[in-house]
Antibody
Framework: QVQLQQWGAGLLKPSETLSLTCAVH????????WSWIRQPPGKGLEWIGQ???????NYNPSLKSRVTISVDTSKSQFSLNLSSVTAADTAVYYC????????????????WGQGTLVTVSS | DIQLTQSPSFLSASVGDRVTITCRAS??????LAWFQQKPGKAPNLLIY???TLQSGVPSRFSGSGFGTEFTLTITSLQPEDFATYYC?????????FGQGTRLEIK
């Protein structure tokens, strides 16, 4: 059974770069996309972007200028970097596996990591 | 971006009730819609994908329907563990988007 374990710094100052990593345990790394999603405290879910094992990415245009998602297939890990953070980036960040179908179209997000609360405060 | 609007935003119901949550898309998304359940402090849990396909391990009291722009999640015979927040998600086009959520509470 696939499990995702994520980690990274939980407290940042404004203008710093958020860095999170998600490790995939117990399943294949190729053949899927791997995604990041965030949720500000008490609010809804926002898709950040995704990557596949060969490094092909899709990003949310609202964050694209600040986001980089990368992959390390040798470790079955993928990472999120979000630059120039502000208080508006305070959220729980989740990683998730994206099962794809025909023409690599996303079909479902499952499973998810446990979530990491990242707080941006001076 | 495709906007998803869930209704209602808040729902109060009793154990044993049947409830329906609606998700409307701002443009047609075929059947590229999923439903999640989220409990406080936990990651979202996939219930339904492709509009009506039940995810493995999810109780059969959960069902989904719809196509195009209007979708529903139905829970028959509510159980105590079903009181949570529910989100719809569209996967038809990028950026992938979510509804604002429906909070289901015990009456």
């Amino acid at each position: 059974q696939v499990q995702l374990q994520q980690w990274g710094a939980g407290l940042l100052k404004p203008s710093e770069t958020l860095s999170l990593t998600c490790a995939v345990h117990g399943g294949s790394f190729s053949g899927y996309y791997w995604s990041w999603i965030r949720q500000p405290p008490g609010k809804g879910l926002e898709w950040i972007g995704q990557i596949n094992h060969s490094g092909s990415t899709n990003y949310n245009p609202s964050l694209k200028s600040r986001v980089t998602i990368s992959v390390d297939t040798s470790k079955s890990q993928f990472s999120l970097n979000l630059s120039s953070v502000t208080a508006a980036d305070t959220a729980v960040y989740y990683c998730a596996r994206v099962v794809v179908g025909i023409e690599a179209r996303p079909r479902r997000f499952d499973p998810w990591g446990q979530g990491t609360l990242v707080t941006v405060s001076s | 971006d495709i906007q998803l609007t869930q209704s209602p935003s808040f729902l109060s119901a009793s154990v044993g009730d049947r409830v329906t949550i609606t998700c409307r898309a701002s443009q047609g998304i075929s059947s590229y819609l999923a439903w999640f359940q989220q409990k406080p402090g936990k990651a979202p849990n996939l219930l339904i994908y492709a509009a009506f396909t039940l995810q493995s391990g999810v109780p059969s009291r959960f069902s989904g329907s719809g196509f195009g722009t209007e979708f529903t999640l139905t829970i028959t015979s509510l159980q105590p563990e079903d009181f949570a927040t529910y989100y719809c998600q569209q996967l038809n086009s990028y950026p992938i988007t979510f509804g604002q959520g429906t909070r289901l509470e015990i009456k």
